[in-house]
T-cell receptor
Framework: DAKTTQPNSMESNEEEPVHLPCNHS???????IHWYRQLPSQGPEYVIH???SNVNNRMASLAIAEDRKSSTLILHRATLRDAAVYYC?????????FGKGTRLSVIA | EPEVTQTPSHQVTQMGQEVILRCVPI?????FYWYRQILGQKVEFLVS????????KSEIFDDQFSVERPDGSNFTLKIRSTKLEDSAMYFC???????????FGSGTRLTVV
């Protein structure tokens, strides 16, 4: 079973930042925090992952709480193409287990 | 950008038949995975494969299923004696290491009739 907790759905206006929260209170010291997204009718797509420090890449930023029990995926400027289900997954050297994720709607 | 390629994109089969779903992982990746997603449901882990053997499998991955890496590039999922409830999207993924990002393919939609 997925060990993380995410809101079922969120909504954002186009061209505004989006902060997607995730709780992972049972995370162990060697677990990474992974974020994937799934666009309609497509396979999951890697977004970002991190261990302790905040991470940035061309798609998003990942802000990890100091106690590592929560994190936030930040899309700096939402576009209509960012409408997807976003999955937060805690995993060490074990296969990813997907939960229900957060369905993000982007309004033009 | 490197891709994971899955074939076929759609497969329709009769109940009781065997199907083989094919995947070409990214060439320098060492870890391979199969997941499935029944329509409207979660993405479910089936099996992981490393160093030419299964490293982990879920309860779903019973004797009906098998995986193989028949050559240096392909990674296959065989489903024997398909059932109606095997109808789903099947996704292959690969990664460079167990803790790094996975690259997923576009999936094979399997319909059992």
């Amino acid at each position: 079973d997925a060990k993380t907790t995410q809101p079922n759905s969120m909504e954002s206006n186009e061209e505004e930042p989006v902060h997607l929260p995730c709780n992972h209170s049972t995370i162990s010291g060697t677990d990474y925090i992974h974020w994937y997204r799934q666009l309609p009718s497509q396979g999951p797509e890697y977004v970002i992952h991190g261990l302790t420090s905040n991470v940035n890449n061309r798609m998003a930023s990942l802000a990890i709480a100091e106690d590592r029990k929560s994190s936030t995926l930040i899309l700096h400027r939402a576009t209509l193409r960012d409408a997807a289900v976003y999955y937060c997954i805690q995993a060490g050297n074990t296969p990813l287990v997907f939960g229900k994720g957060t369905r993000l709607s982007v309004i033009a | 950008e490197p891709e994971v390629t899955q074939t076929p994109s759609h497969q329709v089969t009769q109940m009781g038949q065997e199907v083989i779903l094919r995947c070409v992982p990214i060439s320098n990746h060492l870890y391979f995975y199969w997941y499935r997603q029944i329509l409207g449901q979660k993405v479910e882990f089936l099996v992981s494969f490393y160093n030419n053997e299964i490293s982990e499998k879920s309860e779903i991955f019973d004797d009906q299923f098998s995986v193989e890496r028949p050559d240096g590039s392909n990674f296959t999922l065989k489903i024997r004696s398909t059932k109606l409830e095997d109808s789903a999207m099947y996704f292959c993924a690969s990664s460079a290491s167990g803790s790094h990002g996975y690259t997923f393919g576009s999936g094979t939609r399997l319909t059992v009739v």
